[in-house]
């Protein structure tokens, strides 16, 4: 039996925050089926910020409810705070993916308060949403700048592994550790994830990586080699980060999709079906860059997965 | 103190090797100069193919001379054959690197006979410089194909460790053990590795990644997990192979040489100074695609070296 992994489309959210054109709705819901279709079970269609900040995210209100149309798909949303928690769970997302930076400069430039103030803002979050009766979405906790910061520099690792314990301790139903810059090693993302899982217990932990300097498939073996086994990424790399001057995007899920099939995990992803995802991106984003290898070389010759798909 | 790890240069040849455009050896005399400024002690700076075939190293006769000038700077090159080895001790080159294909096919394409008669050939070859009195050039066994073949599919690790061990047993200095093709994933590449360095004693034995399907930096990374400590890249992941159709380069160098610095092994590189050859390269070549992230991002704010260059 194949080990499973569980690999989380960002692109939609992640990806398309700092791509100028808004994407059409369409192919926005092409691109969340098609991506369905090749087994991706979780995907974060959009961000709940203020239109007037993000125009890429006007149309959630459409977008949330045709999502949440396909069987089986986990449906999550980035909420920057308590509002946008109230407006996805009036929608009806799975997942509320709340997000703050470990970093002090970065928590104040990208969500404009101080950590202690976004801890005490999660704290209410999740408080209304362990109070809701019956079907109820999971709150996570989300901490970008996790493994450096482009405003501070170096950010301590103990820091960062208690900052992971207090959203815990505030009821973070999962967290998810980021390196929104692109700062992250090898050894530093084990060390982090190594101290972060010795507490989590059966709280799934996922990681999140930028490939801004190349590192970002290498990252990611190094937090499955110490266990993790959910992990974010962007189709065709799709993203970067407003306060990381000159990122080249997040890691890229057909290549991610090929590290952990090539090593005999099952993602449940079907990496041909997935390539064909591109197409509909690369249609209605004509100016941006798609980066991958696997999409521009396929498959190796005579590739099998672990679990026939 | 840290402990080091080797990058050894190669796009001067397997980068160049599929590049149409003659770079003028200006050009490349620079780029080997201000590598080697850079930190890099090992460069292959041509391929000693019929200068009919490939036009691309037809000026080695310079090259090499002007290289072996940069004193500390190990100068090595690609012999196909009996012929090219001649030329290469005759020009004085450190080390010269043999290369056949584990897969029987690959070998046939690439070098036109089966992989017997290369073992036939490298034999001749290692006796010959094994007979050289005083100053010899290294003879290093190199070994492509050695985690899959576009033309056979899968290659057996068995296989490719008992060829890296035939290799020694005919006298290879070092070996550099090659997926070509970029079918490698991290787990094989342990398997192989773990396998080969279970009798190789002091005997160098190198790792040389393609980056085709992204997984490039992530091999790299578990090669030296498991203790490997010389690894060949590409400035600006140049290269590819004319058997692996849709390749997408060697691994980068720059973003190498930041994995290990950020890893806090010492790779004698100052990566600022590495990131100036792309000028260089960019200039030479304007239509070859540059590839890496480091390159574009620049290195973290307050970066530092294991050991301050």
């Excluded at 396909?70 to 929608?91: K, M, Q, S, W, Y």
């Excluded at 498939?217 to 000159?246: E, H, K, Q, T």
């Excluded at 090593?263 to 079906?273: L, V």
Aim: proline share 4%; net charge negative; hydrophobic share 40%.
């Amino acid at each position: 039996m194949a080990e499973k992994i569980q690999i989380r489309e960002v692109g939609l959210r992640d990806g398309l925050q700092i791509v100028k054109t808004v994407m059409p709705i369409d192919a926005k819901l092409d691109w969340i089926k098609t991506e369905y279709e090749a087994g991706v079970t979780e995907i974060e269609v959009c961000s709940f910020v203020p239109t007037k900040l993000i125009p890429q995210f006007g149309d959630r209100e459409e977008i949330v409810p045709q999502a949440l149309a396909f069987d089986g798909l986990t449906v999550t949303a980035l909420v920057p705070n308590i509002r946008g928690a109230e407006d996805g769970i009036r929608l009806g997302v799975h997942k509320l993916n709340f997000v703050m930076s470990v970093s002090e400069g970065h928590n104040l430039s990208n969500v404009r308060r101080s950590t202690e103030d976004s801890f005490a803002d999660f704290a209410v979050m999740a408080r209304r949403v362990h109070e809701i009766t019956g079907n109820r979405p999971k709150i996570v906790g989300g901490l970008s700048t996790c493994f450096g910061c482009t405003i501070e520099g170096k950010v301590s690792e103990q820091r960062a592994i208690e900052f992971a314990h207090r959203l815990l301790d505030l009821g973070a139903d999962e967290l998810t550790i980021c390196d929104t810059v692109g700062y992250a090693s090898p050894d530093q993302v084990r060390r982090v994830f190594e101290g972060i899982l010795k507490f989590t217990g059966n709280t799934p932990v996922a990681a999140h990586f930028h490939d801004t300097r190349g590192l970002g498939i290498a990252n990611a073996l190094a937090a499955a080699d110490v266990g993790v086994r959910y992990l974010d990424s962007s189709l065709a790399g799709l993203g970067g980060c407003p306060y990381a001057p000159g990122a080249t995007g997040n890691v890229v899920t057909e290549d991610l999709a090929f590290l952990f099939a090539s090593m005999g995990f099952d993602t449940g992803i079907d990496i041909e079906k997935l390539l064909k995802v591109r197409d509909i991106v690369a249609r209605a984003l004509p100016d941006e860059k798609l980066r991958g290898g696997t999409y521009q070389a396929g498959l190796p010759k005579d590739f099998t997965y672990a679990k026939a798909r």
